[in-house]
């Protein structure tokens, strides 16, 4: 912040309010109150919420939406535990669910639903995102460790940093890369021309994503992949599977949706999580099978 973009084709006659909206994954009101405040310019001037725009105004963002409060227990959100202890807790996240609360979702995410279990995380990391040491998208299912403890929030933050916590990732993906098993090394940063999303670009940070090819098919030709996180940017596989011609199945963002195969969200599931106990030492591996959605979407495949 403050962020500058240009308004696209296909925002071309929406009004300011709701091409923001769109843009940022803000809410309308959230908007609105910026406009109103004169925290959104269109060419250098204070507009109206109602104002229309056109193609390639040059909107100008100058502050986000207010910060929500720290967050309180939902028991209401569901919280499917797979490994715990007092020092770290591994959960399977489902698909749809956001992991902390932020602009465009004060509540119900995943952290409400854990402090209703574990109120102790209240304590543990930033007071924002409680326990929260990595993430994963809201469409994406699967594994997360979180902390605890304050100690163990340290030592899984270093671990992360490290690249010393295994993450491993199930994806379908359009077409069949030339390479069996490869490395994507490219920097990933957000959009230029598209601020809720990442893209390659230079000046991007460093991002490193292995993959294998697991299966084949060829009515339509997709391919199941196995990849793992050397880094964790946001969108890192979505972004880098698209920068080599093989979009995620399901993934509208990154031009991964398709008529010849439907998918309502990604195909990405964290199926593979390991890593040393942050108080003890002793190896944690837990695995994760996919989601019933992804299986009917192989199921269909033939596999």
């Known amino acids: 912040m403050p962020e500058e973009f240009a308004v696209p084709d296909a925002l071309a006659g929406e009004r300011v309010d709701r091409a923001v909206a769109l843009l940022t994954g803000w809410t309308r009101s ?3 109150t910026l406009v109103d405040a004169g ?5 250098g001037k204070r507009v109206a919420k109602s104002r229309r725009l056109e193609a390639d105004d040059v909107i100008d963002v100058l502050a986000e939406p207010a910060a929500p409060g720290l967050p309180g227990p939902d028991p209401s959100v569901p919280v499917v535990v797979r490994y715990e202890d007092p020092d770290v807790v591994v959960v399977a996240k489902p698909a749809g669910l956001v992991v902390h609360p932020g602009a465009g ?20 990391g930033d007071p924002a995102r409680p326990g929260i040491v990595h993430r994963l998208d809201r469409d994406t299912s699967g594994l997360l460790v979180v902390a605890r ?3 163990a929030y340290d030592a899984l933050v270093a671990m992360l940093a490290a690249h010393d916590v295994e993450r491993r990732y199930d994806a379908l993906v359009w077409g069949t890369p030339a390479s069996a098993r490869g490395v994507i090394d490219a920097p990933i940063g957000r959009s ?16 490193r994503t292995a993959y294998e090819v697991v299966a084949a098919y060829r009515d339509p030709e997709v391919s199941r992949l196995e990849c793992r996180l050397e880094t964790g940017r946001t969108h890192q596989i979505r972004v880098h599977l698209q920068a080599i011609g093989h979009p995620v199945v399901g993934d509208a963002a990154y031009g991964g949706s398709r008529p010849a195969l439907v998918l309502d969200r990604p195909f990405l599931h964290a199926g593979g999580l390991a890593f040393a106990h942050p108080r003890t030492g002793a190896p944690v591996r837990v695995e994760e099978a ?4 992804l299986v009917e979407v192989l199921t269909r495949l033939g596999a």
Do not use: K, Y
Request: cysteine-free; hydrophobic content about 40%; aromatic content about 2%.
């Open 105 to 124: 979702h004060p509540d119900a995410t995943l952290v409400n639903g854990l402090l209703a279990r574990f109120p102790e995380l209240a304590d543990v």
């Open 149 to 151: 403890s304050a100690p």
């Open 192 to 207: 230029v021309r598209r601020p809720t999303r990442m893209a390659v670009r230079e000046g991007g940070r460093s991002a």
């Open 30 to 32: 959230e908007v609105q």
């Open 290 to 293: 996919l989601t019933p959605d």
């Open 39 to 43: 925290s959104i310019l269109v060419d």
